[in-house]
Nanobody, 126 residues
């Protein structure tokens, strides 16, 4: 059974940092794209960041570019989202995702990812 388990969420003041981690089990994702999405109350799930299978290609939503960094460790089957300079509007449930194969062109689309974690809450106080 494939599982993606997020950790590292919590409450932080604006301007602070958090580091989210996602541990995958049940299969190896070393050849698949992985990503992070978020969903704020009353809003649709939106793309945050993605990384291709090798880690050489990363993409970010404009709203987090320059503040968030996605990385992966294929040996440990993990993906990490380092979030700096957090803003109140970053408050949301953050979800880890994993794709199939090495395809990457649809990294921004939630519908493209077949595997999802249960989500971790990030709350930024203003």
């Amino acid at each position: 059974q494939v599982q993606l388990v997020e950790s590292g969420g919590g409450l932080v003041q604006a301007g602070g940092s958090l580091r989210l981690s996602c541990a995958a089990s049940g299969r190896t994702f070393s050849s698949a794209a992985m990503g992070w999405f978020r969903q704020a109350p009353g809003k649709e799930r939106s793309f945050v960041a993605a990384i291709n299978w090798s880690g050489r290609i990363t993409n970010y939503a404009d709203s987090v570019k320059g503040r968030f960094t996605i990385s992966r460790d294929n040996a440990k089957n993990t993906v990490t989202l380092q979030m700096n300079s957090l803003k109140f509007e970053d408050t949301a449930v953050y979800y880890c995702t994993a794709g199939l194969g090495s395809e990457y062109s649809s990294y921004y689309s939630a519908n493209w990812y077949p595997y999802w974690g249960q989500g971790t809450q990030v709350t930024v106080s203003s």
